[in-house]
T-cell receptor
């Protein structure tokens, strides 16, 4: 049973560029959440996708956008990259319960983004 | 908005010592609580979780945590640590009655176990 997978593992971009990160959820999961983890910090919630729609969003600018595909996989896009966007980007998948009372998120290995 | 505090940023213990890592959250409603662990070079893994019921929760690798609602705390414990427990530990909260399913994480505690 494959866990959450993410690609690429590492990425180097320059300021102003755009980047796309990809995530495949754990088998049987239908919900994907994205988090940003800066060095020495805990992960911060970016947004969550369910049924191909963005359901919740954290305190991140519109430069951060995403997409979920019919097979539940997801992409995170960041436009106009800033130096401060350098971080580990984590994808988490879960099975959406009716009330969220049993949602448990399982994390992928992350994509390390460096912006020069 | 809820927040999570992990007051111990870096803990150094000898093997066989007992461990307690603090976690406090600031939200007065119903919460789900989690501890995740990140071993060196590995991804975040779920250690244990609390949804409801018995406030003493047992997880993998001999870890346990106790939810004390009156103290807004969910401290992680292990009676006897091993060198292989060296990792970063994150406490996370989900505020259930806000309808939000996002996790709010603490800043993490780096545990170093010396052989």
């Amino acid at each position: 049973d494959a866990g959450v997978t993410q690609s690429p593992t590492h990425l180097i971009k320059t300021r102003g560029q755009q980047v796309t990160l990809r995530c495949s959820p754990k088998s049987g999961h239908d919900t994907v959440s994205w988090y940003q983890q800066a060095l020495g910090q805990g992960p911060q919630f970016i947004f969550q996708y369910y049924e191909e729609e963005e359901r919740q969003r954290g305190n991140f600018p519109d430069r951060f956008s995403g997409h979920q595909f019919p097979n539940y996989s997801s992409e995170l896009n960041v436009n106009a990259l800033l130096l401060g966007d350098s971080a580990l980007y984590l994808c988490a998948s879960s099975l959406r319960g009716t009330s969220g009372s049993t949602d448990t998120q399982y994390f992928g290995p992350g994509t390390r983004l460096t912006v020069l | 908005a809820q927040s999570v505090s992990q007051h111990n940023h870096h803990v150094i213990l000898s093997e066989a010592a007992s461990l307690e890592l603090g976690c406090n959250y600031s939200y007065g409603g119903t919460v789900n609580l989690f501890w995740y662990v990140q071993y060196p070079g590995q991804h975040l893994q779920l250690l244990l979780k609390y949804f409801s019921g018995d406030p003493l929760v047992k997880g993998i690798k001999g870890f346990e945590a106790e939810f004390i609602k009156s103290k807004f705390s969910f401290n992680l414990r292990k009676p006897s640590v091993q060198w292989s427990d060296t990792a970063e530990y994150f406490c996370a909260v989900n505020a259930m009655d806000t309808g939000r399913r996002a996790l709010t994480f603490g800043s993490g505690t780096r545990l170093q176990v010396q052989p």
